[in-house]
Each structure stands twice: as C-alpha cells, then as structure tokens.
C-alpha cells in the first residue's frame, strides 16, 4: 500500500512542472488591432508586475510575406525580453528593456507559410511595464532601371 503523501508529492511535483512555463501578470491589459490590407496591425499591453514567459503570434495573413516590425517596451523595475523567431523556430531577433534602458527597435522578417509571425514576452521580476508591437507586410520596392553606360558623351541640349 502507498502512503497518501506519495501522491500528494507526485501530484505537487506535476504541479510545480506545469507552472514553470507560465506566464504570470497582474494588472495586465492587452489591446489588439488586427491587421489589415493597408492598415498596420498592432498589439499593446500594460502590466502592474510580470514574471515567466508567454508566447503568441502575429496573423499577416499572407504565407512568407516579409515583415516590417516597430517594437517598444518599457519597465520601471526588471527586464522585459521581446523575442521574435524565423518560420524555422531559430531566433531571428531578442531585445530587452530595462528599468534604466527602453526599447525601441525596427525589424524585419518573413511570416511562415500560415502566415504567422511567433514571438515570446519574457519577463523578469518586471514591474510597471507596457510593450506596443506594431507590424504591417512591407513590399519590396519597385526596381527602377539604371542606365547603362556608354562610351560616348552625352550631348547637352
């Protein structure tokens, strides 16, 4: 026969297994603008305190669509780390905010082939923090033709 504290400890240490991945916040407010053709889309949040990790994605809409992405984010106490993964699950780009250094970045990368764009909020004994995420399918340029050279001069008119 088991003793009942065999299973309350298995059952504590499943417990504590789950929990480790959480993202816990409180206070927390997230506002999302989903976007749309001709309309950046854009997510915010502002938090009273934070600690863990949690993971979310952009929707584009548009399979291996390259990605313009403004970030910001901001902490009076802690570190809050934004980062952002290739279609393959590599890091593409991870920055951090600190309560002596905000963050404000640019970037660009390519959505996968749903359409989505993956990134991770780590937070660190953060407090007081907000993050705005704003992205929008950035088109590549036109080319414009460049002349060839010539071995003559051109006459002036």
Known sequence: MNPPW??????????????????????????RRPFRQGHDG?????????EGTHRD????????APVRLSLTAEVKQGELTLTFFYP???????????SDRPLTAVTYLRSDHQGLV???LQAYEAREGSYTITYRIQE????????SPSLSPTPLP
């Open 6 to 31: 065999g299973r309350l400890g298995t059952l504590f240490l499943l417990l504590c297994l789950l929990l480790a991945g959480c993202y816990l916040a409180s206070g927390e407010r997230v506002h």
């Open 42 to 50: 854009s997510v915010s949040g502002t938090f009273v305190s934070a």
């Open 57 to 64: 994605t952009l929707q584009v809409g548009k399979p291996y």
């Open 88 to 98: 393959d699950g590599s890091t593409a780009w991870e920055g951090t905010a600190r």
């Open 118 to 120: 993956y990134y991770h």
């Open 140 to 147: 590549p340029p036109t080319p414009t033709p460049t002349p």
